[in-house]
């Protein structure tokens, strides 16, 4: 029963790593060819603000899928836990599930100040 409950823990954090490298090739894409309109210099006033939000929360992201990548590690050297693997806390404090939901909202909150960035410079 524990090794099938591994085996299953162990799929978990493969998926999530699968995820959280995805996302990471993803914001590097994006704040990158951010980045490189905002060097252009034709970006001025609020969509200069809201293309620089956008590369921070890229990169905020980014750090967020670094943290998580070493927190999993860390629970694979605990497998099995008897609760779900989003439970599972490093040394300092961090859970899985914390670093996954801010990995997806700073992600998420990148993509929204670049759609507002995109909005005011198309209006």
Known sequence: DSVMEKTTQMDAIVAL???SKWLIGLNTTLGGG???ILQTGNVQGLTR???IAAIITFL???VCSILLGRVLAALTEHLPTERSIYHFSD???ISVKHLAR???LTFLLAGVFMAIWLALKIG
Do not use: E, H, N
């Open 102 to 104: 801010a990995q997806l």
């Open 91 to 93: 040394r300092f404090g």
């Open 60 to 62: 905020l992201s980014v």
């Open 49 to 51: 603000l809201f293309l």
């Open 34 to 36: 951010c980045l490189t």
């Open 17 to 19: 790593k699968d995820w």
